[in-house]
């Protein structure tokens, strides 16, 4: 059974990281996302409102598990028994970053594959960031996430849904 771990802040999950997550469930017998609790930033969301909102919108995908975790990736995979990470690109620039990442990864833990899936050209431009400060200004983000995370980035924010006529 191969076993893939997909890493992320998702703070908060997008539609690119929904593509993301469909796919390489796909590919791999188990996927695991893995909800990073980092302490060094300061999310819009606890760690645990994001493996909720993440259980909730993968709940269809049979083969799909949500955890989190701190400390290293690559020990995560191994604790986890994956012998794939699953990252996303963009852009150039996320190649670049990823790559090398993936490259130290490699030399710290050999046993573990990263694979890159590109983004859908609909959400290349995409990332929890702009996500945030369109809500900030009280602007769309319907086409931006599932319903469910964009009622609790409303929520969160304090900003009023957006009602169009």
């Known amino acids: 059974m191969t ?26 017998d188990r996927l695991i996302i ?18 909720t909102m993440l259980r909730e919108i993968t709940a269809d995908i049979p083969n799909v598990e949500v955890e989190s975790f701190d400390g290293l ?9 994956a012998g794939f990470m699953v990252r ?14 993936a490259q130290t990864n490699r030399v710290i833990a050999p046993d573990i594959d990263t694979v890159f899936l ?3 050209l ?7 960031s702009i996500v945030k400060e369109i809500a900030s200004y009280d602007g769309e983000i319907g086409a931006f996430a599932d319903p469910r995370v964009v009622d609790r980035i409303h929520s969160k924010m304090g900003v009023r849904k957006r009602q169009h006529e």
């Open 3 to 28: 076993t893939a771990v997909y890493p992320g802040s998702f703070d908060p999950v997008t539609n690119g990281h929904l593509d993301i997550i469909h796919r390489a469930a796909k590919m791999f």
């Open 34 to 51: 893995a909800v990073l609790n980092n302490n060094s930033k300061t999310p819009l969301f606890t760690t645990d409102e994001r493996v």
């Open 73 to 81: 990736t690559i020990d995560y995979c191994h604790q986890k028994g």
């Open 88 to 101: 996303g690109l963009r852009a150039v620039t996320d190649f670049e970053y990823e790559l090398q990442i």
């Open 118 to 120: 590109t983004t859908n």
């Open 122 to 128: 609909k959400y290349s431009y995409l990332s929890s």
